[in-house]
């Protein structure tokens, strides 16, 4: 079974028993989390596009940081220099079911 879940503003195909990175989600390694935003359902070649499917996950990791990334600006000949970093924030999930 094969679905598209819209998490947190963007849109991931999940399996049951797949792991994956979203945007950070509120709550603790080891709490239960349910997804009612599906869009799509694929089921052994039967598609619907119902919204009664609900998608249960487990946090494997409540905060997990991403890569950093530096934004540096500068204007030539002006001694204007500006230098911004962060790092992105990601939960760690994995899918236990598709009902």
């Known amino acids: 079974m094969l679905a598209v879940v819209k998490i ?7 399996q049951a028993g797949d792991s ?6 509120q709550g603790k390694t080891g709490d239960k989390v349910e997804f009612n935003d599906v869009l799509f359902v694929d089921n052994n070649g039967s598609i619907s596009f ?3 499917v609900k998608v249960k996950a487990e946090i494997l990791n409540d905060l997990v940081q ?7 600006k500068m204007k030539r ?12 924030h990601y939960t760690q999930i994995k899918i236990e079911n598709i009902a």
């Open 8 to 14: 947190a503003g963007q849109q991931f195909k999940v």
């Open 20 to 25: 994956l990175y979203v945007p950070h989600l």
């Open 50 to 52: 119902t919204s009664k």
């Open 66 to 72: 991403g890569d950093k990334v530096i934004a540096f």
């Open 77 to 88: 000949r002006k001694g204007f220099r500006k230098k911004h970093g962060h790092r992105t």
